[in-house]
């Protein structure tokens, strides 16, 4: 009997495979429990357009505002959150004094030496990535930045929402050549041979043991690895090119402004490899914890296909414009796209997304006034049947100690099997979550 779920492996590397029903060894159907549970974090920096954030209603009735109508196909499986904040981070002054924490609720500290607390994510991953090759994956579309705000706030809180222990965050990784390589082992002569012909023999094998149905999926599944492949390729060479350029001025590149760093130049290209990379990371169960921050606190990432001329922060400073509507709305739509890609991938009766708790989330809620007293936040994913889905749900009339982020912390840890008396500043569940 075939084991119902193997793995791919080769020259250095492994692949989890994705269900398939011919590997099934139980003759009823699993049960949500049988599959791993995943969480992932996607963050926008500065806030959103208060004027189009919103949501009402249950289901496929749910109506969605402008910004949030990337969601639209997935309002079944979504839930829109308002009302949550982190006391913490209020009354800290504005920026690195608002994001040090978002993820743990605890108190940071000013000067010279960073404190934070270990974020809800890295909780998680401590907890089931023994049973992974990494235990997370923390990605970012632009370098961190270092010094000192004029709050006497290191730039380290605005870099890093993700921290593996109070005084040290989880490094970022911008390039998506390096955390592809991380994912699947590639090193030295590795790098020039494709993963796909690593596991060549094994997938064929394999192929003939399985329905024509599922050598239908295990083709679609090796296709979408290589297409993804191929374009990491082509950044691990602008990436090498940039390298060498730097080289020539006696410089790092890693510290020059995009392109020349090596990062492309139009972030849409960027932060859709970096939600595929993650999609393909869930689905092999090379991790089940990942986060994304598309663009951070204090972004200087720039916009040219969304017609807006200011960099983000400044933007950010008119965030009930327009213009910067249309980047709150690009940012829902990368994470839209990565929760649809989720939900494109079947497990059992249901799909990866539907095992999966995947948060969008920003440290402000007004940029133009620094007003973090309540954050925009989505949910998508029903983890595994443990989490209701379809929902508006509004905490803004609740009392402050009704409204915590970190209870909805301790809630999603329940979830997962991290059973806390305690997280940040919370010592109760989310109601109604």
Same mark, same amino acid.
């Given at each position: 009997?075939?084991?119902?779920?193997?793995?791919?492996?080769?020259?250095?590397?492994?692949?989890?495979?994705?269900?398939?029903?011919?590997?099934? =060894?139980?003759?009823?159907?699993?049960?949500?429990?049988?599959?791993?549970?995943?969480?992932?974090?996607?963050?926008?920096?500065?806030?959103?357009?208060?004027?189009?954030? $919103? +949501?009402?209603?249950?289901g496929a009735a749910m109506k969605l505002s402008k910004t949030l109508e990337p969601l639209e196909p997935l309002r079944e499986k979504i839930n829109?959150?308002?009302?949550l904040f982190v006391k913490a981070l209020t009354g800290q002054g504005i920026h690195p004094g608002q994001t040090g924490s978002l993820l743990s609720?605890?108190?940071?500290?000013?000067?010279?030496?960073?404190?934070?607390?270990?974020?809800?994510?890295?909780?998680?991953?401590?907890?089931?990535?023994?049973?992974?090759?990494?235990?997370?994956?923390?990605?970012?579309?632009?370098?961190?930045?270092?010094?000192y705000h004029e709050t006497n706030f290191s730039m380290a809180y605005s870099s890093h929402i993700s921290w593996q222990s109070p005084d040290s965050?989880?490094?970022?990784?911008?390039?998506?050549?390096?955390?592809?390589?991380?994912?699947?082992?590639?090193? @030295?002569?590795?790098?020039?041979?494709?993963?796909?012909?690593?596991?060549?023999?094994?997938?064929?094998?394999?192929?003939?043991?399985?329905?024509?149905?599922?050598?239908?999926?295990?083709?679609?599944?090796?296709?979408?690895?290589?297409?993804?492949?191929?374009?990491?390729?082509?950044?691990?060479?602008?990436?090498?090119?940039?390298?060498?350029? +730097?080289?020539?001025?006696? =410089?790092?590149?890693?510290?020059?402004?995009?392109?020349?760093?090596?990062?492309?130049?139009?972030?849409?290209?960027?932060?859709?490899?970096?939600?595929?990379?993650?999609?393909? =990371?869930?689905?092999?169960?090379?991790?089940?914890?990942?986060?994304?921050?598309?663009?951070?606190?204090?972004?200087?990432?720039?916009?040219?296909?969304?017609?807006?001329?200011?960099?983000?922060?400044?933007?950010?400073?008119?965030?009930?414009?327009?213009?910067?509507?249309?980047?709150?709305?690009?940012?829902?739509?990368?994470?839209?796209?990565?929760?649809?890609?989720?939900?494109?991938?079947?497990?059992?009766?249901?799909?990866?997304?539907?095992?999966?708790?995947?948060?969008?989330?920003?440290?402000?809620?007004?940029?133009?006034?620094?007003?973090?007293?309540?954050?925009?936040?989505?949910?998508?994913?029903?983890? @595994?049947?443990?989490?209701?889905?379809?929902?508006?749900?509004?905490?803004?009339?609740?009392?402050?100690?009704?409204?915590?982020?970190?209870?909805?912390?301790? $809630?999603?840890?329940?979830?997962?099997?991290?059973?806390?008396?305690?997280?940040?500043?919370?010592?109760?569940?989310?109601?109604?979550?």
């Amino acid at each position: 009997m075939i084991s119902r779920r193997t793995v791919l492996r080769g020259a250095g590397c492994t692949m989890a495979l994705p269900w398939l029903e011919s590997l099934h =060894a139980l003759a009823d159907t699993p049960t949500p429990s049988v599959f791993p549970k995943r969480f992932g974090v996607v963050f926008l920096g500065n806030g959103i357009n208060e004027d189009h954030w $919103s +949501a009402e209603g249950e289901g496929a009735a749910m109506k969605l505002s402008k910004t949030l109508e990337p969601l639209e196909p997935l309002r079944e499986k979504i839930n829109v959150i308002d009302g949550l904040f982190v006391k913490a981070l209020t009354g800290q002054g504005i920026h690195p004094g608002q994001t040090g924490s978002l993820l743990s609720g605890a108190h940071i500290s000013k000067g010279a030496i960073i404190h934070s607390g270990i974020s809800v994510d890295q909780m998680i991953a401590n907890h089931v990535g023994e049973d992974t090759p990494q235990s997370s994956i923390v990605l970012a579309c632009e370098q961190p930045m270092t010094g000192y705000h004029e709050t006497n706030f290191s730039m380290a809180y605005s870099s890093h929402i993700s921290w593996q222990s109070p005084d040290s965050p989880v490094p970022v990784e911008v390039y998506p050549s390096l955390a592809w390589d991380n994912l699947f082992d590639n090193r @030295g002569s590795l790098l020039n041979i494709s993963i796909l012909d690593r596991v060549k023999e094994r997938a064929q094998e394999l192929s003939k043991k399985v329905s024509s149905t599922d050598k239908g999926k295990l083709d679609e599944y090796l296709t979408s690895v290589r297409e993804v492949e191929k374009r990491v390729d082509g950044m691990r060479k602008g990436k090498a090119d940039a390298e060498d350029a +730097a080289k020539a001025k006696n =410089a790092v590149a890693a510290t020059m402004e995009r392109p020349a760093n090596g990062l492309p130049e139009d972030l849409r290209e960027h932060a859709r490899l970096m939600c595929d990379i993650i999609a393909i =990371a869930f689905q092999t169960n090379k991790t089940r914890v990942a986060s994304l921050i598309i663009s951070r606190d204090l972004s200087a990432m720039y916009y040219p296909f969304l017609d807006v001329k200011e960099g983000h922060h400044a933007a950010s400073h008119n965030n009930n414009s327009d213009g910067y509507e249309r980047i709150a709305r690009f940012h829902v739509s990368q994470y839209a796209y990565l929760a649809s890609k989720l939900d494109s991938m079947k497990e059992g009766d249901g799909t990866v997304l539907d095992n999966t708790c995947l948060m969008f989330l920003s440290n402000l809620w007004i940029g133009r006034k620094h007003d973090n007293f309540r954050l925009p936040l989505v949910l998508a994913g029903g983890l @595994g049947g443990t989490l209701e889905t379809g929902r508006t749900l509004n905490y803004l009339n609740e009392t402050e100690d009704k409204r915590k982020m970190c209870s909805l912390y301790l $809630s999603l840890m329940d979830r997962f099997g991290v059973k806390l008396e305690q997280f940040g500043d919370s010592e109760t569940r989310l109601e109604r979550l």
